[in-house]
C-alpha cells in the first residue's frame, strides 16, 4: 500500500505560481509513473500532467500545456507540479496518483483507472 501526501497548495492571485508536491509515505517512489489530477467545485475530476517512472517521458492536458511542468527527483522521493500563469479556472483541489511499473517503462498514464494510488488532494485557489 502506498500513501501519497500533497503539498504546496494554496491562494495565489491570477498569473501567480505554485509548486505542488507529492511524496509517498514510508516507502520509495522509483518504482511508480505518477499523474497529477484536479476536481473543481461541481466538475468531475480531470487529468493535468503525468510523468513515467524514470521522468523522462511527460504529457499534459491541453489546458495547462506550456503553463505547467510536471518533474520527479527519485532521489528525494518527490513528484512535483510547478504550475505558472494561473489562471482561476485552475481553482481545484489537486490529486496526485501512482501506478506501479515495471523497471524499464517509460510510459505515462492519463486515465484514472490506471492509477493504483491516490493521495488526499491539495486546494489551489486561483483569485485576486
Known amino acids: 500500500q502506498v500513501q501519497l501526501v500533497e503539498s504546496g497548495g494554496g491562494l495565489v492571485r491570477p498569473g501567480g505560481s505554485l509548486r505542488l508536491s507529492c511524496a509517498p509515505s514510508?516507502?520509495?517512489?522509483?518504482?511508480?509513473?505518477v499523474g497529477w489530477f484536479r476536481q473543481a467545485p461541481g466538475k468531475e475530476r480531470e487529468f493535468v500532467a503525468a510523468v513515467s517512472r524514470g521522468g523522462l517521458s511527460t504529457f499534459y492536458a491541453d489546458s495547462v500545456k506550456g503553463r505547467f511542468i510536471i518533474s520527479r527527483d527519485n532521489a528525494m522521493n518527490t513528484v512535483y507540479l510547478q504550475m505558472t500563469s494561473l489562471k482561476p479556472e485552475d481553482t481545484a483541489v489537486y490529486f496526485c496518483?501512482?501506478?506501479?511499473?515495471?523497471?524499464?517503462?517509460?510510459?505515462?498514464?492519463?486515465?484514472?483507472?490506471?492509477?493504483?494510488?491516490w493521495g488526499q488532494g491539495t486546494q489551489v485557489t486561483v483569485s485576486s
Open positions: 496518483a501512482a501506478k506501479g511499473v515495471m523497471y524499464f517503462s517509460n510510459d505515462y498514464y492519463y486515465r484514472e483507472n490506471e492509477y493504483e494510488y
Open positions: 514510508g516507502r520509495g517512489f522509483s518504482g511508480y509513473a
